[in-house]
């Protein structure tokens, strides 16, 4: 009962660890802290300055931003700098001749009216004479008939006046108004012929004189042009004034204000100028130059004079925060690692990443002291490769990237701009560098090689952005460049070697590192082991043999494996002598007593184990190696024993392990090849086919016994880890030569050697 409420405890506070708020409160604290740590490169920077004064400084402009009122300026003055399009319309001149024609056509209508009466006149005139003359010699015609034709009325001619107003109600107003009645009159009275020629020499003679360019002051000019061109000497001076005035009405100016040509004219003099930018890093004030009016102006438009906060760079470094954290929340939460539902790990991982972003700032600072690229001393390989060592390899490159993207923030101290590409290259490179090196092997001997590889690819990175920057340094900038980022390798190693002792520990994680200490021989445990039980030492290590191989085929931890092999029966040290394979030359002890006291003892070596491993504080991957390796399988020999000899009825519950069973898959394949190790010991002679089928064998009977229900091990795996362990064990159980029995044992033994 005493224990209880600690085993309460001990629920609550796991419940509370792996509550899924505290993912989200540790992701909140990520993003917070890198928000934090890049708004001080964001914030716009201000100038304190005066119109009047001296610049104490130059002062290039933080951002690449459009002079718009210099832009309309400029698009103003190219506007008015463009003058009036004149263009010649042909279409005027054909206008002129077509209302000129209008004007002689229309005389020789009216006259053809004129004509018609008159003709009508005299053919009832001569009708009326006929009447007359022919009453006078018949005077028995028809009363009816005399009648008739002495009724016909004698219409009236149709004087000039008449014709005149004839002549008006036809032509447009627009003409008429412009022609005088005495030239009308003049056309009306002349003949035929003489219209005709004074139609066609008039409508030539416009003809001739519009074809030419004609403008708004040359109207007149013109016209006197036309006038010489119409006077024909045969004709009165009254006909001659008619053509003059009617040749002067149809001269007009052709070449006149387009204005849709000038409005496009002046569009594509507007379009051709170009947006005036200040453009980021340029100079606008060098140092000891007098601030202007307009100078001020270009100060305030690129926010150097702001007196208010501006919020977009706030908003904006928000919004890429989320992203980064977002995209990382996602990425850690589908990804198959340890982060995925271990919120130790994540906050491990969140230690981690906050202390590489802190040394990324600190090493920003050091631009203040302007010493040529001694910011690529940043060795941000030393979070990528505690990440790689201490969670997982593809965490560490996804990590990388995300540097990358801080790193071009923090450092843009020594550019104008928001993002220094250069740095964030850099970093990308050097970080990603430390987890492919670090990804196959975790001995501390190959975080020194990293360190090495990190910093000659830095070397590498930062030899080709000096290229492609194209700028001439000189040898020392170079070198100093290059020290520096060469330096970051061996740093980043130094660190990683540091900090991950202190990572293992606080903690609890079992690193490479620390499997390859704990597999030391010496270790007191294991010296324990192979003095107080030989037997079971040897037991342990082709059992490691088994299992490692079995994990590497399908992806497992072999070297955690192996290492949990050697610690797996560590408590059969208690009564080693109660173990079959520590009895040399000694009677089976259990011959002497009951099955249920022999089942009692073997099966206490589990968790005598376990409790051991506790007491060295162990880590509990092994501890758990240790507890699980028999899950909860049969003791078959002690209850067929028990069955045998019992008259009372014996159930297989009292003979098997309590468990648990194997919650990992380094623990079911340790298990596997505990009890495949010490059949294959038993068995008379074996060979690669009854190895083969006895392995199988064991598989099979604990996979129908429900001992892999707890781990996550395939059908598909289970068979590799059979063909993985038979490989194993025919190179240790191997064929050996017989040699004929007339041969000496002496030869024999020098062949053997």
Request: proline share 3%; glycine share 6%.
């Amino acid at each position: 009962m005493g224990k209880r409420p600690s085993i309460e405890h001990q629920k609550w506070w796991q419940n509370i660890k792996d509550h899924r708020y505290i993912r989200f409160i540790l992701f909140v604290l990520i993003g917070v802290f890198t928000y934090g740590i890049m708004v001080s490169n964001v914030i716009p920077e201000t100038v304190e300055i005066d119109t009047g004064t001296i610049s104490e400084q130059d002062i290039r402009s933080p951002i690449t931003i459009e002079n718009k009122a210099e832009t309309e300026r400029l698009r103003q003055n190219a506007y008015e700098s463009i003058e009036p399009v004149y263009s010649k319309n042909s279409r005027y001149a054909q206008n002129q001749i077509e209302r000129i024609n209008d004007i002689f056509n229309t005389i020789k209508q009216v006259q053809r009216e004129a004509l018609d009466r008159e003709v009508e006149i005299e053919i009832i005139e001569r009708q009326l004479e006929e009447s007359e003359l022919n009453e006078e010699e018949n005077n028995n015609e028809n009363n009816n008939e005399e009648n008739t034709v002495l009724n016909l009325e004698i219409p009236e001619e149709i004087t000039i006046e008449e014709q005149l107003e004839r002549v008006r109600d036809i032509i447009t107003p627009q003409t008429i108004e412009q022609i005088s009645d005495e030239t009308i009159i003049t056309l009306l009275e002349s003949s035929r012929d003489n219209i005709e020629i004074a139609q066609e020499t008039t409508t030539n003679a416009v003809h001739d004189v519009m074809s030419e360019e004609i403008q708004m002051d040359d109207v007149e000019e013109a016209r006197n042009e036309a006038e010489r061109k119409v006077l024909i000497t045969t004709f009165d001076s009254s006909l001659n004034r008619s053509m003059i005035e009617i040749a002067r009405f149809g001269i007009t100016a052709n070449y006149l204000l387009d204005d849709e040509a000038t409005e496009e004219a002046r569009h594509d003099a507007v379009e051709s100028i170009d947006p005036v930018m200040v453009r980021e890093g340029q100079l606008l004030v060098e140092e000891g130059q007098l601030i202007t009016s307009e100078i001020s102006n270009q100060l305030a438009l690129v926010g150097l004079l702001d007196d208010h906060s501006n919020l977009y760079p706030y908003i904006g470094l928000a919004l890429l925060v989320i992203l980064l954290i977002g995209m990382l929340a996602y990425y850690l939460s589908d990804a198959k690692t340890s982060i995925q539902t271990n919120n130790s790990h994540l906050l491990m991982y969140a230690i981690i990443y906050i202390l590489t972003l802190t040394i990324m700032k600190i090493i920003s600072y050091g631009e203040i002291i302007d010493v040529v690229g001694l910011t690529y001393i940043v060795p941000v390989a030393t979070g990528t490769m505690l990440i790689t060592m201490l969670l997982n390899s593809r965490v560490a490159l996804f990590t990388s990237m995300i540097f990358a993207i801080i790193a071009s923030v923090i450092f843009n101290a020594q550019t104008t701009g928001i993002l220094d590409y250069s740095h964030g290259i850099y970093v990308f490179f050097s970080s990603i560098a430390g987890a492919f090196f670090l990804s196959k092997s975790h001995r501390v001997i190959r975080i020194l090689q990293a360190g090495i590889f990190v910093g000659a690819l830095n070397v590498l990175v930062i030899v080709s952005l000096i290229l492609l920057k194209n700028v001439q340094y000189g040898w020392v900038e170079i070198s100093f460049n290059v020290g520096f980022a060469a330096l970051s390798g061996f740093i980043a190693a130094v660190l990683t070697l540091g900090l991950l002792p202190f990572f293992e520990a606080g903690f609890g994680v079992l690193s490479p590192t620390k499997l390859i200490e704990l597999s030391n021989p010496n270790h007191p445990l294991l010296r324990k082991i192979l003095l107080e039980a030989p037997g079971t030492y040897h037991h342990s290590v082709i059992v490691a043999n088994l299992a490692e191989g079995a994990c590497e085929a399908v992806g497992a931890n072999g070297l955690l494996a192996r290492v949990g092999s050697y610690y797996h029966d560590l408590g059969k040290t208690k009564r080693p002598h109660f173990f079959i394979e520590n009895q040399m030359k000694i009677d089976n002890p259990h011959d002497k007593i009951s099955p249920q006291l022999s089942k009692t003892i073997i099966i206490a070596h589990p968790y005598d184990g376990a409790d051991m491993l506790k007491e060295y504080k162990m880590p509990k991957e092994i501890i758990g190696i240790a507890e699980q390796h028999h899950g909860t399988s049969l003791l078959k020999y002690f209850y067929h024993k028990a069955k045998n000899e019992s008259d009372k009825e014996v159930t297989e519950e009292e003979f098997r392990y309590p468990g648990p069973k194997a919650q990992t898959r380094e623990s079911a394949i340790v298990g596997i090849a505990d009890c495949v190790e010490a059949a294959v010991r038993s068995m008379n002679k074996p060979t690669p086919a009854k190895i083969e089928t006895l392995v199988k064998k064991i598989i099979n009977e604990r996979l129908e016994d429900g001992q892999f229900d707890e781990c996550d091990l395939t059908l598909k795996e289970l068979n590799n880890i059979a063909k993985s362990i038979c490989e194993t064990l025919q190179g240790t159980f191997h064929t050996r030569i017989e040699y004929p029995e007339e041969i000496s044992e002496e030869d024999g033994e020098k062949k053997d050697e």
